[in-house]
């Protein structure tokens, strides 16, 4: 009897341990499947990584600036007399040839000095003519008294005064015949004084603006005053305004262009060609002017547009690129790139840069064509691979 009480008891003790081992695995199969949901439903939630894929293309390294159109050449044509602006003959915009008339002084004054000088010129040469028969009849009465002398007829007092006779009216002939030549060069200066009322084009340009109009009175006393500006626009110079933290990547000779705010898909081409030494201070920073001039054939450029201008400091033909997005910059590690592997997984890949651009970067080593790198991705360690 107490074996049969004893088996009973043992066999229940199994029958509750054997549910009990099934309860668990019951439990560890739901939490499984539970883990595997939320697993799969997470992966389904989580967003898509963006990727680029490596390939080969140009790169540049710029220097961006703001700049101004001016003419190569601009001259202010002035008045060298003074008076009253009787004509203007042209008018701003206007395209003017050597030597054509622009604009006209009135005359009266410079005629009338014109006038006095020539007067003043023929009395003296009226006085030199009266002054030369005077010489000659002086010469012939000291050869007369010098004849005289040796044949025992004149005095020597007589001779002596016959030559010096002579000897004044040479000096005043001399005095006189200076005189003249100043006076012939006081005609010469007021016929240019003449000359100049009448102000033409000094080259082939277009007039860029009237500085003084008919009716205006100019004083070339002290200093020649503008009656307008003149341009040569067959070739525009923009002057860009360089960062001093920029300027010292600037040379004579790199490619340069810029754009217009008016028409900013239109490039203009050029070279470096002058970089001024003295800086300027605009809005409390430093600048420094970089100039480069381009061909402006049908003049559609003008003076005073406002320019983007864009230098170009260095060039790499046809190289591996990499959006510098996907870039990180340690500062132990150096630069690295996150690489997505083919089974959809992703590495951390070192890499070594070259010449950056606006939007990729030259790679030199770590990535080969056709690598694609992460330029989006949640944060997540390595998953082991590589």
């Not at 030597?99 to 003043?120: F, R």
């Not at 003296?124 to 000291?142: H, Y």
């Not at 009656?227 to 004579?252: F, N, P, Q, T, Y």
């Not at 028409?263 to 809005?283: A, F, Q």
Request: charged content about 25%; hydrophobic content about 45%; overall charge positive.
């Amino acid at each position: 009897m107490f074996i049969k009480i004893v088996n009973f008891t043992m066999r229940n003790l199994w029958v509750g341990k054997r549910r009990l081992i099934v309860f668990f695995l019951l439990v560890a199969a739901v939490a499984v499947a539970l883990w595997y949901g939320l697993e799969r439903r997470s992966e389904r939630m989580a967003p898509p990584l963006l990727t680029a894929t490596i390939v080969r293309q140009d790169l540049a390294s710029f220097v961006l600036a703001s700049g101004v159109l001016q003419p190569v050449l601009t001259v202010a044509v002035g008045a060298q007399v003074s008076g009253q602006i009787k004509h203007m003959h042209v008018t701003p915009g206007q395209m003017v040839r050597r030597g054509q008339l622009l604009a006209e002084i009135d005359p009266k004054l410079a005629m009338d000095n014109l006038l006095i000088a020539q007067a003043d010129l023929a009395a003296l040469d009226a006085e030199a003519r009266g002054m030369a028969v005077r010489w000659r009849q002086a010469v012939r009465e000291a050869l007369r008294q010098r004849a005289l002398q040796d044949g025992g007829v004149s005095s020597q007092r007589e001779r002596e005064q016959a030559d010096t006779e002579r000897s004044r009216l040479d000096a005043d002939l001399a005095g006189l015949r200076a005189r003249i030549r100043r006076a012939r060069h006081v005609v010469d200066q007021e016929r240019t004084k003449l000359a100049y009322t009448r102000i033409v084009a000094p080259m082939d340009g277009q007039v860029l603006s009237i500085d003084n109009g008919e009716g205006q009175t100019v004083n070339a006393v002290q200093q020649a005053p503008t009656i307008l500006k003149l341009g040569d626009l067959s070739r525009i110079k923009v002057r860009a305004h360089v960062s001093e933290a920029d300027i010292m990547r600037v040379r004579v000779g790199q490619k340069a262009w810029f754009s217009l705010l008016g028409s900013p898909e239109t490039r203009y081409d050029g070279k470096v060609e002058e970089i001024l030494p003295t800086p300027e201070k605009l809005n409390n920073a430093m600048f420094f002017s970089v100039q480069f001039s381009v061909a402006n054939p049908e003049h559609r450029l003008r003076g005073d547009m406002t320019a983007q201008v864009t230098v170009v400091l260095a060039e790499a033909r046809q190289v591996l690129a990499v959006p510098l997005v996907a870039l990180d910059v340690g500062d132990e590690r150096g630069t690295s790139v996150r690489l997505l592997l083919p089974d959809g997984t992703t590495v951390e890949r070192q890499v070594r840069i070259g010449l950056r651009g606006r939007t990729h970067a030259q790679v030199l080593a770590g990535l080969a064509e056709g690598d694609k790198v992460v330029l989006a991705a949640p944060d997540q360690e390595d998953n082991g691979h590589g």
